[in-house]
């Protein structure tokens, strides 16, 4: 299925698409169901769509073979006065990443997270982090790309790849 999708850099206006795929992250669990405006509206995601594209915002969008956005994996610049789940420090950026249900397991993911680290790389970036669930399938997916856990907390994995 790697041949139906393409993949092209996110633009300020993918913001919206951007907050559906933190609602899919939020609810990766078979029969999530967390409400999009109660994900959204929360501080704790909020924090990684809202105002996009600010300087140093970086990401990409999956789209099919119609144009129709299916995945998106991003990065954000966030401060230590309001850190994500897997902000591990000043400089380094952190990644969120979202592919509808149906698109799962097709090489979406995987793509999107080649593409962005490549790009962060070219940006400069030594290190990339991201924050995951335990238990969620898509940490089998992070480790085989090269990130490993660097702090557990309560339900959640914060993982980083060397860039360099």
């Given amino acids: 299925m790697a041949s139906s999708f393409r993949v092209r850099a996110a633009v300020a206006s993918d913001g919206a698409?951007?907050?559906?795929?933190?609602v899919e992250a939020a609810n990766w669990a078979q029969g999530g169901v967390r409400p999009r405006h109660e994900v959204i509206g929360g501080d704790d995601h909020r924090r990684y769509v809202a105002g996009w594209m600010r300087p140093g915002d970086a990401g990409f969008?999956?789209?099919?073979?119609?144009g129709e956005p299916v995945g998106a994996a991003w990065y954000r610049m966030l401060p230590r006065s309001d850190p994500g789940f897997g902000y591990v420090g000043t400089g380094v950026p952190e990644?969120?990443?979202?592919v509808r249900p149906i698109w799962r397991a097709h090489g979406v993911g995987r793509?999107?997270?080649?593409?962005?680290?490549?790009?962060a790389r070219s940006q400069g970036f030594a290190r990339i982090s991201l924050s995951v669930e335990r238990g969620n399938f898509a940490s089998t997916l992070y480790r085989t790309e090269g990130?490993?856990?660097?702090?557990?907390?309560?339900?959640?994995?914060?993982?980083?790849?060397r860039l360099r």
């Fill in 111 to 119: 793509t999107l997270l080649q593409r962005l680290c490549e790009h």
């Fill in 61 to 66: 969008v999956a789209e099919d073979l119609h």
């Fill in 147 to 161: 990130f490993a856990v660097v702090r557990s907390g309560l339900g959640r994995d914060t993982m980083v790849k």
């Fill in 17 to 22: 698409f951007l907050g559906d795929m933190v």
């Fill in 95 to 98: 990644l969120i990443i979202g």
